[in-house]
């Protein structure tokens, strides 16, 4: 399914505005993950974690681009998978004319 797919519920403008607004902030799970971030997380949710601790020193280790991603996995395609989900992905493109 893809944007089209919607029909007038959401124009492509309005999408592609929608996704720069997410991916540049942290607090969203795109603008986290773009980030290289371990978690989501605005400035509010950072300063009440640092003061939930209680000590600015030993809440930086639980900040979230000081933690390894829990989502990360240490095992990587191999480019003969990559180039068979290129490939899909290549055959899967409609162009209307």
């Given at each position: 399914m893809g944007l089209s797919d919607l029909g007038d519920a959401v124009l492509w403008g309005e999408a592609k505005l929608l996704i720069e607004e997410a991916s540049v902030d942290p607090a969203t799970a795109l603008g986290a993950e773009l980030a290289g971030w371990a978690y989501p997380a605005s400035l509010p949710d950072l300063l009440s974690l640092i003061a939930q601790i209680g000590d600015a020193k030993?809440?930086?280790?639980?900040?979230?681009?000081?933690?390894?991603?829990?989502?990360?996995?240490?095992?990587?395609?191999?480019?003969?998978?990559?180039?068979?989900?290129?490939?899909?992905?290549?055959?899967?493109?409609?162009?209307?004319?």
């Open positions: 030993a809440s930086r280790g639980v900040m979230p681009w000081a933690m390894t991603d829990p989502r990360a996995k240490t095992t990587r395609a191999t480019p003969d998978e990559l180039a068979a989900a290129e490939a899909a992905l290549e055959g899967d493109f409609v162009f209307a004319d």
